[in-house]
């Protein structure tokens, strides 16, 4: 997918050289060619991130792994409390679901070293992230227990919490990282911490939908 | 070349003259670049873009994974000496029936202090303190690859540890176990501060081992040296990526336990409390989920150690190196299958028992395959009985004594009888004792010259470890007889009538020869420090990397990073293959990132500058934590200082930013 | 002196004879195994040739394979493998003997754990033939006994090694151990799971009697308490009622009916005080009135300010609960 570059963009893309492979000379292997930054696995920030992604998706799945042996051992689920409403639930799934949409326009920008296009599609991506942290207070007040009412009442809202944590860390990090990029001069590196963050973000959509099956749907069957 | 002519572009403006300045420099050819050796030009730019401030400001910046991995190392170490007193003190309590010295409050704080020190302060951190000294200098790189997280981590660490050991300071030590079962760690019968304190060191300990475990895994993974495939790796880097792999999907299990139990502490929540539908056997999964890999994350760095040291001293390459690697990461995948042996007392269904009765057994094939491995190299090699082979020799016994009553516990019905009881804590102290600090003293005093540029006295080593060999089977041989006898763990006394006198005096008397031998290794340490003969770079004439760098290594490592073409580098010499690396700028921090099977040189790096953000995040966050143990708003407006520590370590400045432009060449 | 047979290799009883069967296939076997991985160890350095830091290293098995040493080491790890699955086998087939106790006319007994000592209900279809007792277990020889395991407070482990393996008394999972007692004695426990300060003071004796020693025992436990025969006991009884005792201590056949402390209508017919922290007698019930604390430090019960007519009084008292 290309875009039309943009007149600085362009002259960036000019006056940065161009990468070669390492070359063989004599007894040395000569890497000054190389590339200094890379996209996906080449960062080193992809798989610093992919550490944390899969911490974070250990914690998710013990976490739902308690709130069914909770279930499990109780003859009315929920023991105590009422299931959540159901209506802003889906709503925030709906939202998380669009927002990848923000999200993917930034990093494919990122990789076309677009500046102009990153900044106006992080711009997006804030403003749509507030409406998502607003809807998600309102989940919080529609959770219809309290969290030391009952077993239920604490795994829900612990549950919930989690997600909750890593989307306000994320949406906070994806704020940085849009600052930073109108911060001059810009480097290439700026660009994949773009890319890394929209990556993270998937990580955290992807990781709502259990949870707001397990927390909306949990105890309605 | 002095780092000085890119200061020159701090005044420049636009993004455009920046390139037009920098790129007038390089033309001028007043950037340096690697490739030569010591002595030269590089030399000296590395040696001034690698130097950390002087004083207490550039102790606290520094990224240097050196520095760090000895800051892990001597803390973990000087907490074991601490816990070692505790143990000292209880086996004093326990020489004699009806004993006074100590009394029951005391006694349940030193044991469960021992357990948790030695477990989350002393053992694990150790071996990543290992880990993140050598790994870097095994695969021939410069650094780990976020250094500043893993300088965030040690204090963390340090302090999670110092709180604790306050807490026990101010009469307020965690003592409902090690292992804090739930309900008696709980908010009902776990009184006073004392867990509180406990769940936060759980925090800030295991936040610590993730840290290092994402740092060691990238590093592995992505930045070995050219020609380093999978295959060529050492086997201590295997151990440390099947270990940091293991940390990443068990350590998690214990937090979200330890942060359970706070909330129904502080919170009120009901996740273990059976009247509101919570489940108290929930803790003992979450945590044994967690503990059982959590041996493994100990006992594989141990085991590599061996694997390191006997190839070296018993001067060939390893029998079945692609076996022994095989074997690590089978016992990896295996350990989490195992965690309900430590439940086998519980309600749990009779035939779930049985399944982890049988994975029980079979983890031991893996380390069987190991040490077959490892008699077989030396068998046909040729020994130089040095002080780190003796201290491999006496892990031999001890470790397989250890595992072979660790197959006895395996088995249900046995483990019936012995669980919670003496002979758990002999086996264990044989595995732990046996399987990792035998191994680290070995390896303390293997490594030690690349680590001091000194030798240990080799004639101190050799009473240290009989001592330590003979002390530790008089100490805890005799456990197993008590428990059969029918002595239960965690004990502060017991009645003449039972008959667990005389063998439990042998034991103290077996723990006071243990500590005789830990300070002669102090005595030694101390001594070669100021006095200890010089080392080369490769006293040992050992074939890994790590021994082709001076004794102790630069700042920056290698002047020209290496290019490998077999596994045993400094043993083998590949005519017509290239020997390093050139190209990377001497003037900034620069390494490589190769590609994850083949090592192929993929993507020049920059490393972060030093900075003061990791240490001061490490604050925020300890403070956030105890703050958020008191109030609930304190979770909220704690993360304030965090949040800003966080940015301000990320936001890029202007210098690492022209460093960037400098070098940058588009993928 | 307080006694008690407490060592997993004598077994008593069905259940702990067959794990010592099982302990008798582990130690032969792992003790073999790790004499020959001493000996293999011992023989390798005995034959090596000798090296120094400087001897050129071997690095032959670089390009080389090792066929003869391969074969040995498979070999090796085959037969360990096999005897891990003789290992296996005896303990499955252990675990089936174990869940194939006859249980048949057995004696049920439901066990509560406290923090420090034990309650003991001795259940029976007929409600007015059930008894409760601490600390003490009677259980007739040859007879099953299947002991509910009833948590209270805190996690504790019922382990009488003698007898049978251990169970948890966990807090809102109740469960069930079996065992047998073959051979009359004296069985002492201890509670295997630490509970707190007085872990290391809660234990717990279970005696096996003759049948027909059982049914007497069992009918006097029945029976509410002696009326007291002398003037002392008959004073020392309303002092139990009129002073804290009775808030938590019941004796039946009066009016004290708490159950937050073991039951004391026949305390004297026991072997220990405080769960096996004092034999019982009467100077050492006197002292233990006084001052639980010095004996059992952190213990529920606190020290009685009570003068020596009326603690006299009331260890007579005391003493005629038989």
Known sequence: MTVAPGRRAR???????????????????????????GFGTRSLMWWGTAGMSTIETMGFVLMIVVYFDLKSRSLVWPNEGHAPDLFWGTVNLALALLSVVPNIFADQ??????????????????????????????????????????????????????????????????VVVAAVMFKEPIDGKRLVDVAENSGYWWFIVLSWIPIYAVIYWGPRF | MSAGSLSGLGSVASTQALRERARAIVGRGETMLDGAGFGSQAERALQQAWRDEPGLLGFLKTTDHK??????????????????????????????????????????????????????????????????YLVPLLVGTRNTAFPRMTACAYW?????????????????????????????????????????????????????????????????????????????????????????????????????????????????????????????????????????????????????????????????????????????????????????????????????????????????IPTAVQIFCWIATLWTGRINLRTPLLFVLGFFFILVLGGLTGIMVGSVPFDLQVHDSYFVVAHLHYVLLGGAVFPLFGAFFYWFPKFTGRMLDEHLGRWQFWLFFVGFNVAFFPMHLLGLAGMPRRIYTYGAETGWGTLNLVATIGAAVIALSVLLFIVNVVHAWFKGPRADDNPWNASSLEWATPSPPPAFNFVALPVVASREPLWTREEDEPTHVSGLSAQTREGLVTTVLDAVPDVRYSYPDPSIWPFIAAITVVVWLFWSNMTETGMFYGLIPPAIAFVAWYWPTRKETVEQLLLERKP | MIGGVHDVQMPGGAQAQAIVGLWHWLLPICVLVFVAVMIALGLALWRAPRASNDTAPDIASLSKREPKVTRVVIVAVAVSTLLLLVLLAVSVMTDRALAQLPLENALHIELTGYQWWWEARYDDPDPSRMFTTANELHVPVGRPVIV???????????????????????????TTVSFRADRAGVYRGQCAEFCGYQHAKMALFVIADAPDDYARWADRQRAPAAEPSSDEARRGRDLFL?????????????????RHAPDLTHVASRMTLGAGALENTSSNREAWILDPQQFKPGTNMPPQNIAPQDLAALSAYLASLQ
Request: charged share 15%; hydrophobic share 55%; glycine share 8%.
């Open chain 1, 11 to 37: 002259r960036r893309r000019e006056s940065t050289p161009a990468s070669i492979p390492a070359v063989r000379r004599g007894d040395a292997l000569d890497v000054a060619g190389l590339p200094s930054y």
């Open chain 1, 109 to 174: 920008a990122a990789k076309d070293h677009d500046v102009r296009k990153v900044r106006l599609w992080m711009i997006a991506f804030v403003v749509f992230g507030l409406a998502l942290l607003g809807v998600r207070y309102l989940e919080f007040e529609h959770l219809n227990v309290r969290w030391d009412a009952s077993a239920y009442g604490s795994a829900v809202w612990v549950l919930f919490g989690l997600h909750t944590f890593n989307l306000i860390t994320n949406y906070l990090d994806s």
């Open chain 2, 67 to 132: 520095r760090i991995g000895r800051r892990f190392v001597c803390t973990a170490f000087v907490f074991f000496v601490a816990a070692g007193i505790l143990a000292a003190v209880m086996r004093m309590q326990l020489a004699f029936p009806d004993n006074h010295i100590v009394g029951p409050d005391l006694y349940n704080q030193l044991f469960t202090m021992h357990g948790t020190t030695m477990m989350f302060i002393f053992a694990v951190p150790i071996m990543q303190g290992m880990a993140v």
């Open chain 2, 156 to 364: 963390l660490f340090l302090f999670g540890a110092l709180s604790l050991w306050t807490g026990f300071a101010l009469n307020a030590g965690a003592d409902a176990g090690w292992f804090a079962y739930v309900p008696l760690a709980g908010p009902q019968y776990g009184v006073g501060k004392r867990e509180d304190i406990w769940n936060n060191l759980i925090n800030l300990s295991e936040a610590m081992g993730l840290m290092v475990a994402v740092d060691l895994l990238t590093v592995i993974l992505k930045m070995r040296a050219p020609g380093m495939s999978l295959r060529r790796m050492p086997i201590f880097v295997w151990a440390s990526l099947v270990t940091s792999l293991m940390i990443i999907f068990a350590m998690p299990s214990v937090m979200l336990a330890a942060n359970l139990a706070q909330f129904d502490r502080t919170f009120g929540t009901h996740f273990f409390n059976p009247a509101e539908g919570g489940d108290v056997l929930i803790w003992q999964h979450l945590f044994w989920f967690f503990g059982h890999p959590e041996v493994y994350f100990i006992f594989l760095p141990g085991l590599a150690f061996v694997s390191s040291i006997i190839p070296t001293f018993a001067r060939r390459p390893m029998f079945g190196h692609d076996a022994v690697v095989l074997s690590l990461i089978a016992t990896g995948f295996l350990s989490f299958g195992l965690w309900v042996h430590h439940m086998f007392a519980t309600n749990l269904p009779e035939v779930g028992k049985g399944f982890f009765t049988a994975m029980s057994l079979t983890i031991a």
């Open chain 3, 148 to 174: 509910t395991l009833v948590g209270a407070d805190v996690i504790h482990s019922f382990w009488v090694p003698s007898l049978a393996g251990k169970k948890d008394l966990i807090p809102g999972r109740d």
């Open chain 3, 242 to 258: 009129a002073r804290s005792c009775a808030m938590c201590h019941a004796i039946n056949g009066t009016s004290a009916q708490a």
